[in-house]
């Protein structure tokens, strides 16, 4: 059973950062793990997405060079480091994870597998 909890939300200024983490548990051989986004009244978005077979990351246009997706050495724990953050990136942000993969990175249909959200507000 797979069980993914996130942490590290929380309220910053414009320009300001943040680090998102995401402890997960439960065993599966080859996976993909992503962090998404709802700001309030749109829909859920992918946000970055990391491939452990590959070890490649992907990153939506709007975050590119700005945030990091990137897992710790022991395997256990996924991070997005967000910095230069702006108000349009507030959002409530969930961790994502899935065993099988096979659909587009940025679709929520591809995540079996789903965290309780942690928020992020910008302030300007």
């Known amino acids: 059973h797979v069980q993914l909890v996130e942490s590290g939300g929380g309220s910053v200024q414009a320009g300001g950062s943040l680090r998102l983490s995401c402890a997960y548990s439960g065993y599966y051989s080859r996976y993909c793990m992503g962090w998404f986004r709802q700001a309030p009244g749109k829909e859920r978005e992918g946000v970055a997405v990391?491939?452990?077979?590959?070890?490649?990351?992907y990153y939506i246009e709007a975050v590119k060079g700005r945030f990091t997706i990137s897992r710790d050495a022991a395997g256990n724990t996924l991070h997005l480091e967000m910095n230069s953050l702006k108000p349009e990136d507030t959002a409530v942000y969930y961790c994502a994870a899935d065993n099988k993969c096979g659909g587009p990175w940025y679709a929520q249909k591809t995540f079996n597998y789903w965290g309780q959200g942690t928020q992020v507000t910008v302030s300007s």
């Open positions: 990391f491939y452990t077979a590959t070890r490649r990351p």
